[in-house]
């Protein structure tokens, strides 16, 4: 479909975009794509329909292909949008990765890719076709930086999940700072995130968040939670979010999750691979 050559800058073997690449000094393979794909947007999609041709290549090729790109890119990488204190907290948590206390959860725009479970036999899952249409909620920005960054790691011996978070403008409420709906959605995400791994396939029945102080846009906060209990098929989280350096409470909350059906926990999964 795509030229074989592949992009020179990216080095990405079916990338389409090879004459519009500008590699940035020191951008990954994944981000290359991503710039490469927003100048070959700008510069040809918006203008062309389904089913016009581009150089042989029909733009509905092209949509298939950005969307599984899409698909396999995993969000959770750094790039250019990390402010510094991003940075050092994601370094941190990565150095905690080494002796497998902490696992660095790779964050994709369908969630059970994220979670790797394998949920196929046991649940309805949709289809390809539904999928490539639908996104996980706080992946649903590709602009770098102006909504949800954000990273997690999970301690699986402490039950615990933290998930480093810098909101972007897109994200605003009162001037300057984070909406409280989206600090609501980043609590929500890194508790279920926290609630699956734990117990498997499980929805929010319950969610109480007391906001302590607003989060200024372009900071970076920690969301630390927990299980705290599970009791058949109720599992009850708590959770705080805290300023880097841990002087400032943002937020708290708690929450109660239900799980859905019998399927075996990630952390058990991983336990017998
Ligand atoms: C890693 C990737 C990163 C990324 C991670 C990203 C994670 C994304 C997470 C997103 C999570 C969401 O947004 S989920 C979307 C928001 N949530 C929803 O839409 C859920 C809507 N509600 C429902 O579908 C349903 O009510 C359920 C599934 C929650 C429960 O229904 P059910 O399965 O029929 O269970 P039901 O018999 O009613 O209740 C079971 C038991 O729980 C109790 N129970 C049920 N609801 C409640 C409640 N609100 N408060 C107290 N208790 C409750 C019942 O009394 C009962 O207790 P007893 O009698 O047994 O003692």
Redesign the pocket.
């Given at each position: 479909m795509f030229s074989k050559r592949g992009c020179s800058h990216c080095t990405f073997q079916n990338c389409p975009v090879r004459p519009y690449a500008k590699r940035k000094p020191n951008t990954k393979q994944a981000d290359c794509i991503y710039d490469c794909l927003d100048l070959w947007l700008v510069k040809w999609a918006g203008l062309l329909g389904d089913g016009h041709q581009l150089h042989g290549i029909s733009t509905f090729s092209f949509q298939t292909w950005l969307s599984q790109a899409r698909q396999s890119k995993d969000y959770a990488l750094p790039n250019s949008s990390w402010s510094q204190g991003m940075m050092d907290l994601y370094s941190r948590f990565l150095e905690m990765c080494k002796d497998g206390t902490w696992k660095r959860?790779p964050?994709y725009t369908w969630?059970y890719r994220?979670?790797q479970l394998n949920l196929k036999k046991s649940l309805k899952l949709t289809s390809e076709k539904e999928r490539k249409e639908t996104r996980?909620f706080?992946r649903n920005m590709d602009t770098e930086g102006v909504g949800f960054e954000y990273a997690?790691f999970?301690n699986p011996s402490e039950k615990r999940?933290v998930c480093l978070f810098q909101p972007g403008p897109y994200l605003e409420g009162h001037p300057g700072f984070a909406h409280g709906g989206s600090t609501a959605t980043i609590i929500?995400?890194?508790i279920?995130?926290c609630a699956?791994?734990v117990a498997g396939r499980?929805?929010?029945?319950?969610l109480s968040i007391n906001y302590r102080n607003p989060i200024p846009l372009g900071s970076v906060v920690l969301v630390d939670s927990k299980v705290d209990q599970v009791e058949?098929?109720?599992v009850f989280l708590s959770c705080q979010v805290r300023s880097i350096d841990g002087q400032t409470l943002h937020a708290e909350a708690t929450a109660?999750?239900?799980r859905?059906d019998s399927t075996k926990s990630l952390q058990q999964q991983m336990s017998s691979q």
């Amino acid at each position: 479909m795509f030229s074989k050559r592949g992009c020179s800058h990216c080095t990405f073997q079916n990338c389409p975009v090879r004459p519009y690449a500008k590699r940035k000094p020191n951008t990954k393979q994944a981000d290359c794509i991503y710039d490469c794909l927003d100048l070959w947007l700008v510069k040809w999609a918006g203008l062309l329909g389904d089913g016009h041709q581009l150089h042989g290549i029909s733009t509905f090729s092209f949509q298939t292909w950005l969307s599984q790109a899409r698909q396999s890119k995993d969000y959770a990488l750094p790039n250019s949008s990390w402010s510094q204190g991003m940075m050092d907290l994601y370094s941190r948590f990565l150095e905690m990765c080494k002796d497998g206390t902490w696992k660095r959860i790779p964050s994709y725009t369908w969630l059970y890719r994220s979670t790797q479970l394998n949920l196929k036999k046991s649940l309805k899952l949709t289809s390809e076709k539904e999928r490539k249409e639908t996104r996980l909620f706080p992946r649903n920005m590709d602009t770098e930086g102006v909504g949800f960054e954000y990273a997690m790691f999970l301690n699986p011996s402490e039950k615990r999940m933290v998930c480093l978070f810098q909101p972007g403008p897109y994200l605003e409420g009162h001037p300057g700072f984070a909406h409280g709906g989206s600090t609501a959605t980043i609590i929500d995400s890194t508790i279920g995130g926290c609630a699956i791994f734990v117990a498997g396939r499980v929805m929010t029945a319950n969610l109480s968040i007391n906001y302590r102080n607003p989060i200024p846009l372009g900071s970076v906060v920690l969301v630390d939670s927990k299980v705290d209990q599970v009791e058949g098929r109720k599992v009850f989280l708590s959770c705080q979010v805290r300023s880097i350096d841990g002087q400032t409470l943002h937020a708290e909350a708690t929450a109660l999750f239900i799980r859905l059906d019998s399927t075996k926990s990630l952390q058990q999964q991983m336990s017998s691979q």
